[in-house]
C-alpha cells in the first residue's frame, strides 16, 4: 500500500493525527453515502409531497456535500490521504443500506431519517474523541456536522409527524 500520511508541521503529534484521520475517514465514508442516499430519494420520490420532497432532498444534499469537502480537506490538512471513493464509501459506511426499490414519501424519510440519525451518533462520538485528543479544530468541524444533521433529521422526521 502506498503511503497515506504525509509529512507535516502541524502541530499535533503523529500517533494522534492518525487516530483523527481514521475518525475522519469513516465519517467521510459514511457522510459520502448519506450524499449518494438523499439524491437517490431526490430523483425518486413520488406521491403528493413530490416537489417539496424533492426540493428538500436536494438542499439538504448540497448542504452535505459542503461538510463532507471539509472533512476530506481536513483529513489532507492533518497529513493524511483522504479516503472519497465510492468504493471506498461502500464497504466502509456505518449507515444501513437504502433500498433502490422505494418510491413513496413516507418510505423515502423513514430511510433517510434513520440513516441521518445513525450519522449523527457516530459524529457525536467523534465529537467526544476529538475533545479528549484535544484537537478543537476537527471537534469544531463534528459540532458542525453534528448541527447539520440535528437539523436534517428534524427536517424529514417533521414530515413523519402528526
Known amino acids: 500500500m502506498k503511503k497515506?500520511?504525509?509529512?507535516t508541521k502541524i502541530?499535533?503529534?503523529e500517533k494522534v493525527r492518525i487516530e483523527l484521520i481514521a475518525m475522519l475517514n469513516a465519517s467521510l465514508a459514511s457522510a459520502s453515502d448519506l450524499y449518494a442516499q438523499l439524491k437517490q430519494a431526490h430523483w425518486n420520490v413520488k406521491g403528493s409531497d413530490f416537489i417539496a420532497l424533492h426540493e428538500l432532498f436536494d438542499e439538504l444534499a448540497e448542504s452535505l456535500e459542503e461538510?463532507?469537502?471539509?472533512?476530506?480537506?481536513?483529513?489532507?490538512?492533518?497529513g493524511g490521504t483522504a479516503l472519497g471513493t465510492?468504493?471506498?464509501?461502500?464497504?466502509n459506511s456505518?449507515?444501513?443500506t437504502y433500498p433502490v426499490?422505494?418510491?413513496?414519501?413516507?418510505d423515502h424519510l423513514e430511510?433517510?431519517?434513520?440513516?441521518?440519525?445513525?450519522?449523527?451518533?457516530?459524529?457525536?462520538?467523534?465529537m467526544d474523541e476529538t475533545q479528549e485528543l484535544n484537537d478543537m479544530s476537527t471537534n469544531d468541524l463534528f459540532v458542525d456536522l453534528?448541527?447539520?444533521l440535528d437539523k436534517s433529521l428534524w427536517f424529514l422526521e417533521a414530515h413523519l409527524q402528526k
Do not use: C, M, W
Open 101 to 106: 426499490d422505494i418510491f413513496s414519501a413516507k
Open 94 to 96: 456505518q449507515l444501513a
Open 67 to 78: 461538510h463532507i469537502d471539509a472533512i476530506a480537506e481536513r483529513i489532507t490538512a492533518l
Open 11 to 13: 502541530g499535533i503529534p
Open 111 to 126: 430511510h433517510l431519517s434513520h440513516n441521518v440519525a445513525i450519522l449523527g451518533e457516530l459524529v457525536r462520538e467523534h
Open 4 to 7: 497515506l500520511l504525509h509529512n
Open 146 to 148: 453534528s448541527r447539520y
Open 86 to 91: 465510492l468504493q471506498y464509501a461502500v464497504k
